[in-house]
């Protein structure tokens, strides 16, 4: 079962969801997405963990791109012979 929406975006929304051959299945991937995101943060808080914040995700990706740029080819070669996971 469906509903149909109907709602505005901004222009730049509207240009990418142009190229999609079908923009609702788009849209409900990324809502649904969305939602999972939504209760996967409510169950860490039923859990006793902090609440995830958008400023705490920021941080968090900008330590891993820190430290990203850091990786040599020989420290990531290292890291594979004992057998770390390397992203």
């Known amino acids: 079962m469906s509903q149909r929406v109907t709602g505005n ?10 190229l999609e051959p079908n923009a609702s299945a788009y849209v409900t991937e990324a809502l ?3 939602m999972e995101h939504e209760q996967t943060r409510s169950l860490l808080i039923e859990h006793g963990f902090p609440p995830v914040t958008d400023e705490g995700i920021a941080r968090a990706r900008e330590r891993r791109r820190a430290a990203a740029a850091k990786m040599t080819p020989e420290r990531r070669a290292e890291l594979r012979r004992l057998g770390r996971s390397v992203a």
Do not use: K
């Open 32 to 34: 649904r997405e969305r």
């Open 9 to 18: 975006v901004p222009d730049d929304v509207a240009e990418r969801l142009s």
